[in-house]
């Protein structure tokens, strides 16, 4: 049973899908237990994979025992990098589900199953990315999220959803495009598709490895790639994506998708190219990560023009991309750089979901969209209003939060690698953070009596200060994800140093393949 | 240019005509203001990466990759009793394809929902009107 771990992280939201199909259409209360019982076995099974990689080192997979030579056949590889990858985007991924119990169509209750079941093959797509070991299966699994994804954003009421879907698909199906081209050149110059055979392949073979074709390749897939995870100038259709989507799916899809993108980035600079080939044959990393500097700017710039709560965070997603993609191109001999992009995909994930749960919960219960809405939030809601402010600590990098020890690795990769402008970077995005969330805060504690969400009673300002105020948290079931993500958030930033040093066994297991070519 | 035709393009012919195709392609994605000429756009665009894969596996002179009873007959079979890959057809860019051929499905069919929406809602296709109306709907709020 333990053998099949890696298969069956996928298969439980998969059938769960399926079942769904088949039963949650005639009675809706069917859904919710499926989809809980589906993600909580993947969590298990992603727990058992970690702590079977941490016991035993890689895990291979071969799905349905095909281990046929030149990797036809589905591979799935869980090392130290993906694995506790895993693990988040199944807490992630029930966060959500228990968030969206009531209103998961949001207007329309009738879509229950149907945004569940997408929700479930969204998960599968994730998964799949996360495991996989063969680079056309990454293909299938980016366009299983994203057909997904463009379902979660559309199913909402509202009119604008569905132009943001629209958009997203023209980019997505773009990018994911350029990334097909890019594997078809590694299978035209290498005749395998198989990850780790492709590695073997450029390590042994340095004159093939500086070729044209695989050149021309790794930017095509780069290109592909930084078009899903919403890299600076490729990021125009995040920010409406995810803002007009309903927040039960902008609580899944913006802590994740764009994530996942840059655990693929990572993996096929890690493990299908190789470090020391990218250092070696790879002229422009500087470039890219003054790309990712340009991209911390603009994003933090966009933060502080937006009124609304949710285009904020989106624009803040938009940064956060930029710090990762410059963690893992600084190039530092120790790999300091790359291990705290690793490490902020976990926790860029647990803290995006902290705040798009806070912000759904605001929106949903407080009637608040724009950032002046939020006033007397904190008499309102404390708790709610607490996680919100951990997650809001967090984006800014207050220890102990995770967000602070992500951006000491980054910090401390970047002075290793004497790129004191992304230091710059990155210290001037917490500040521009800080001035966004100290302005949420002080709205939401020191502004006015909370403005019912119909009118705008506030021309006679005396009357409301008289008003008791009606102590209205959100329900439960939207009140404790919110609450776990934020503990989450502060839990991952204290055990920091146990993941990162597993990291880091996965960086430099595959490190040292390279090095000897096998 | 002669030469440049002779070393460049006439070895390379499927590369540039699928470039070409895809260019075509991703012109029409970013200059028609149709959505639905965007979707026909789109669709050229991944139809040419199915060009380059199946391109891929050709081989002249090879035969399709199926190896039945008569092997020896249709002379795939070498000297030595094994099969000779050079007469054979490489199968796997082409079922790669199939798969791609089915998400490029997937993806038009879900792009054709989404206009039929965004018609019910905003009674156009033109992208620059349904902007216009979505800028109007924003300045109401």
Not at chain 1, 173 to 191: C, D, E, M, P, Q
Not at chain 1, 268 to 274: C, D, E, T
Not at chain 1, 433 to 444: G, Q, S
Not at chain 1, 508 to 516: C, G, K, M, Q, Y
Request: aromatic share 10%.
């Amino acid at each position: 049973m333990s053998d099949h771990l890696p298969v069956l992280v996928l298969l439980a939201p998969l059938f769960g899908a399926i079942a769904i199909g088949l039963f949650g259409m005639r009675d809706h209360r069917v859904c919710l237990p499926v989809v809980l019982s589906a993600l909580v076995l993947s969590l298990c099974c992603a727990i058992g994979i970690v702590l079977k990689v941490h016991a035993g080192g890689t895990l291979d997979y071969f799905v349905a025992g095909w281990k046929a030579p030149r990797g036809i056949g589905i591979v799935l590889r869980a090392d130290a990098i993906n694995s506790p990858i895993l693990v988040v985007i199944a807490i992630v991924a029930i966060l959500a589900a228990v968030f969206t119990v009531r209103h998961a169509g949001e207007r329309d209750t009738e879509k229950t199953p149907h945004f569940y079941i997408l929700f479930l093959l969204l998960c599968v797509g994730l998964f799949g990315i996360t495991i996989t070991g063969d680079a056309f299966n990454v293909f299938v699994l980016i366009e299983v999220t994203a057909l997904t994804s463009y379902g979660l954003i559309a199913i909402g009421g509202s009119k604008r959803c569905k132009v943001a879907a629209f958009h997203y698909l023209i980019m997505g199906t773009v990018g994911a495009s350029f990334y097909l081209i890019g594997v078809g050149y590694l299978y035209l110059k290498l005749g395998s598709l198989n990850m780790q055979d492709i590695h073997t392949i450029l390590a042994s073979n340095e004159s093939l490895a500086d070729s044209r074709a695989i050149r021309t390749a790794f930017v095509f897939i780069l290109v592909g790639i930084w078009t899903k995870m919403a890299f600076f100038p490729l990021h125009g259709w995040l920010p409406n994506a995810y803002s007009y989507s309903p927040s039960g799916s902008a609580a899944i899809l913006a802590p994740l998708v764009t994530k996942v993108s840059v655990y693929v980035m990572v993996r096929m600079m890690v493990s299908v190219f190789g470090l020391d080939h990218l250092e070696a044959n790879v002229e422009w990393g500087h470039f890219v990560v003054w790309l990712a500097i340009i991209a911390i700017a603009a994003g933090s710039t966009m933060a502080l023009a937006q009124r609304e709560i949710k285009k904020m965070l989106c624009c803040l997603i938009i940064a956060e991309v930029g710090y990762m993609v410059g963690g893992a191109w600084l190039g530092d001999p120790q790999r300091w750089g790359l291990t705290g992009t690793v490490y902020h995909i976990l926790a860029d994930a647990l803290m995006t979901s902290c705040l798009f749960l806070a912000a759904g919960a605001f929106a949903k219960w407080h009637g608040a969209a724009k950032l002046e809405d939020l006033s007397g939030l904190f008499r309102k809601m404390p708790l709610a209003a607490t996680g919100f402010v951990v997650g809001g600590l967090a984006i800014i990098g207050v220890p102990p939060t995770c967000g602070f020890y992500s951006k000491f690795y980054l910090i401390r990769g970047a002075i290793e690698a004497g790129h004191w402008v992304y230091v710059a970077a990155l210290l001037a995005s917490s500040l521009v953070n800080a001035v966004l969330f100290f302005r949420i805060f002080e709205i939401a504690y020191f502004g006015k009596n909370p403005v019912e969400s119909h009118g705008h009673g506030d021309d006679h300002g005396h009357d409301h200060e008289s008003e008791p105020v009606v102590r209205r948290e959100p329900p439960l079931h939207a009140l404790i994800p919110l609450l776990a993500a934020a503990a989450l958030v502060i839990l991952l930033g204290l055990c920091n140093g146990t993941v990162v040093e597993f990291i880091r066994t996965g960086l430099i297991e595959t490190a040292t393949v390279v090095s000897t070519g096998r | 240019m002669e030469a440049f035709f002779k070393e460049a393009v006439v070895p390379h012919f499927n590369f540039w005509i699928y470039v070409i195709i895809m260019m075509i392609g991703l012109w029409s994605v970013i200059a028609k203001n149709n959505l639905i000429k965007k979707l026909i756009g789109l669709s050229i665009f991944q139809t040419a990466i199915l060009l380059l894969y199946v391109s891929l596996g050709v081989k002249e002179g090879a035969s399709i990759p199926i190896i039945d009873h008569h092997a020896a007959e249709r002379s795939l079979v070498g000297d030595a009793g094994a099969i000779n890959p050079d007469l054979i057809a490489n199968p796997v860019p082409h079922v790669l394809m199939l798969t791609a051929i089915v998400v490029g499905v997937a993806t038009l069919g879900v792009a054709l929902a989404l206009c039929q929406m965004i018609y019910k809602d905003f009674g156009t296709l033109e992208e620059d009107e349904v902007l216009q109306k979505i800028k109007a709907l924003h300045d109401d709020v």
